[in-house]
């Protein structure tokens, strides 16, 4: 792993390391430009194959999510065979192992108790005069979640996705996974079958965007979008928002440590490489005070990568994305970390609550020895839907409210317009807008 010390190479050379690219500017690999090439006669940047099938789904509907889902997934499936079927239901179940889903059904419980403790509330509160004021916090009617399944599957995008969406009171849920080999991975069908999602789509991909956008023949429109996805997926809900409402742009994953010289380099590798196995574009990044923890987890990086069964995408992203900072002290390793706004922070440090304070933007903070990520992707109970990008700087964790909408509401008394009409009727004057002010003259009974 490449080791910088900010000594060596300023502060303003970190910053340039830790900033991470916007989404329409990742660069396409040769291979994904020949198959754009011969998909679509051109050369087209990944922003421009999102917006083409976008398009052409939200013109063609179902012909043209069949024509991606067959040139993309390698998958043929005719509309009626997109939505998982109860037979379909019923294998999952047969070809699970008891065990995973029992760890599954935890998993399910310790997070849908979390969620249900994030719930807002509707309130009202009297005024002078009889006046009511309040605000009415409502489910969403429909929504539509993705389910990563390229090159894994991820039953526990079901479990973080649909259960806050559930608790919220969301009446209806449709989910989207692309398939491998025609199928879905049997814990994904478990997984949201426990849940409560009846609707389960075999689409994955743009096409599955802007069907879930937009509607299709077979396919019901929905009223947000939420989950991550590949490039294209990401690039997919940008170009849908406005449409329909999403919960943010998701790009590949990250882990920033934060770490003393009292920090386990063993630890310290394992997570960077928990996240280095999901994508070669994710990014794994140690900033440390201790220039010797520096060199141990470099070497516990490289010992560790080795015997790793997704070790070629790892690698990858260690080569390309990974990286140690030798910091010169805590405040300026906090600073550092609080710049790049990562999507999962771990605070590797003798006394982490400390530090807690000072953490501006991360999507999660995961403090101690014994707080590792992974507690976090699959068991604990927040949410692991998380900003990356840099984006925690204004996203917020996928969370019960994502999945609901506020709706504020005004009664007034005659007496209590009257009292306030005279301040409205010269706000409304002082603007030029003379009909607000007679909306309010007639009731208040001023000139």
């Given amino acids: 792993m490449r080791i910088v010390n900010v000594k060596d190479a300023g502060e303003k050379e970190i910053r340039r390391l830790l900033q991470k ?5 990742v660069e396409l690999s040769p291979a994904m430009r020949e198959g754009n090439r011969k998909l679509f006669g051109a050369d087209l940047t990944a922003s421009q194959v999102a917006a083409r099938i976008v398009e052409d789904v939200r013109r063609e509907g179902d012909a043209a999510v069949m024509k991606y889902t067959k040139l993309l ?3 043929e499936f005719t509309p009626e065979e997109f939505l998982v079927s109860e037979e379909e239901f019923d294998a999952a179940k047969k070809a699970a192992d008891p065990k995973v889903v029992k760890s599954l059904q935890k998993a399910i419980t310790n997070v849908r108790r979390y969620h249900e403790e994030q719930k807002p509330r509707s309130w009202l509160t009297n005024r002078e005069k009889g006046s009511l004021l309040g605000q009415m916090v409502m489910p969403l009617e429909r929504v539509g979640i993705y389910v990563p399944g390229g090159t894994a599957a991820y039953p526990s995008s079901v479990v973080m ?13 449709v989910m989207m996974c692309p398939p491998r080999e025609g199928k879905l991975n049997p814990y994904v069908l478990i997984a949201a079958r426990a849940i409560g999602v009846r609707r389960v789509y075999k689409i994955g991909g743009a096409q599955a965007i802007a069907a879930l956008a937009f509607g299709t023949e077979t396919i019901p429109r929905v009223d947000k979008i939420t989950g991550p996805g590949n490039l294209f997926v990401t690039l997919a809900k940008k170009a849908v928002y406005g449409h329909v409402d999403i919960d943010m742009l998701a790009g590949p994953s990250e882990i920033l440590i934060v770490a003393d010289e009292t920090a ?14 999901h994508d ?3 990014s794994s990044i140690l900033i440390t005070t201790s220039a010797p923890l520096a060199a141990a987890v470099a070497a516990e990086v490289e010992e560790q990568l080795q015997p790793l069964p997704r070790k070629a995408i790892a690698g990858a992203s260690i080569e390309k994305n990974g990286l140690i900072v030798v910091a010169e002290d805590m405040t300026q390793a906090i600073d550092f970390a609080n710049a790049s706004a990562p999507e999962h922070l771990e605070l590797l440090t003798a006394n982490p609550f400390a530090l807690l304070p000072s953490i501006r933007h991360a999507g999660a903070v995961f403090l101690g020895a014994y707080s590792p990520e992974p507690l976090g992707d699959y068991f604990a109970g927040p949410d692991h839907i998380l900003p990356t990008g840099g984006t925690a700087r204004f996203y917020s964790v996928l969370n019960v409210e994502t999945f609901m909408k506020r709706t504020s509401f005004i009664s007034y008394t005659q007496p209590a317009l009257v009292d306030v009409a005279e301040d409205i009727i010269r706000l409304a004057r002082t603007e030029g807008l003379e009909a607000h002010a007679k909306a309010i003259r007639l009731r208040g009974g001023r000139k």
């Fill in 21 to 25: 690219a916007a989404f329409d500017e």
């Fill in 73 to 75: 997934d390698h998958a």
């Fill in 161 to 173: 996705n649909a259960v806050p969406a559930a608790v919220a009171g969301v009446r209806e849920i």
């Fill in 264 to 277: 386990d380099p063993a630890y310290a590798a394992a997570d960077m490489l928990s996240q280095a196995e």
């Fill in 280 to 282: 070669p574009l994710a």
